[in-house]
């Protein structure tokens, strides 16, 4: 089954005593403004993760804008929220499924499988006329027990060391502009890792918003192999996860992420940096 779910499904789905609800709503930049939308009218029965506050730590000199979370806090914060192991999980958000991927990442990482994002997001489902509501759910508290996925994660020492390396494929999932280092509009620093191929995240969708479905995700990787082990990164590892989706759900099995990507291999001196194409 896909990580994708419409919103039909969503509908016929989300009053299941099983189901948790996640809303994801950010807008970077502006501190607060998803949670205020949340509070203002979301999904009934929805609970709330922010992303600085519930989806990452506190920034320091590496780890790059928006480090992974704390994982006590994390998998207290998941509890709270109702989230246990016997829990469907589905997560919205208004980003192009941005935020909500990360969301979706990071139960994965955490080795919770039943974890979908629904398409197109929480402006369609309020076009559509679906259910809102500006009432905040009373959740019941689960434990929420961590079992890591470690192949779903690397490290920034371990791709230096498989740069250039015939196993591995590196993608940037960045627009194109900023992967070139033609502009930079919000790291300090210009261009990408070199031998990174560029994948633009919000490819993974089409002109109307929908999620392209597995066989035209297998047609934008269509030049990867499925015996390669493949780093997927972008500017923070929020948007590098659209990607990481994309490629599950298309059949590739080996794809991690590479969490503090751009911002983070910035950091560290001399990195090696490559711009252009490749």
């Known amino acids: 089954m896909s990580s994708i779910v ?3 499904w969503v509908k016929e789905h989300m009053n299941h005593p099983d189901v948790v609800l996640v809303d994801c709503r950010f807008v970077l930049g502006q501190q607060g403004a998803g949670r205020a939308a949340y509070e203002t009218s979301h999904l009934p029965g929805a609970v709330y993760f922010d992303l600085e ?20 806090s994390f998998i207290a914060k998941l509890g709270a929220a109702g989230i246990g192991a016997t829990k469907r999980i589905i997560a919205y958000d208004d980003q192009g499924g941005a935020m909500a ?8 990482y955490y080795g919770h499988r039943h974890t979908v994002v629904m398409d197109q997001g929480f402006s369609a489902w309020e076009q559509a006329g679906y259910a809102l509501t500006s009432d905040i759910h009373s959740v019941k508290a689960e434990q929420f027990i961590p079992h890591i996925q470690e192949g779903w994660l690397v490290t920034r020492s371990e ?27 919000i790291d300090p620093i210009a261009g990408h890792i070199p031998s990174a191929l560029n994948h633009f995240w919000k490819e993974s969708m089409d002109e109307s918003g929908h999620w392209k479905p597995s066989h035209e995700q297998r047609d934008r990787f269509a030049d990867l192999s499925e015996d390669k082990e493949i780093i997927v990164y972008c500017g923070s590892g929020v948007t590098a996860c659209p990607n990481v989706l994309a490629l599950k759900d298309a059949g590739y099995p080996n794809v991690k992420l590479y969490a503090g990507s751009w911002s983070d291999w910035i950091t560290y001196e001399h990195a090696p940096i490559a711009t252009g194409e490749e």
């Open 6 to 8: 419409s919103m039909q």
């Open 101 to 108: 991927c990360r969301f979706w990442w990071l139960l994965r």
């Open 159 to 185: 791709v230096l060391a498989k740069l250039g390396t015939k196993g591995t494929v590196m993608i940037d999932s960045r627009d194109p502009n900023r992967y070139a280092g033609r502009e930079e509009t």
């Open 53 to 72: 506050e519930d989806l990452s730590s506190s920034v320091t000199e590496h780890g790059g804008r928006h480090p992974l979370p704390e994982a006590a």
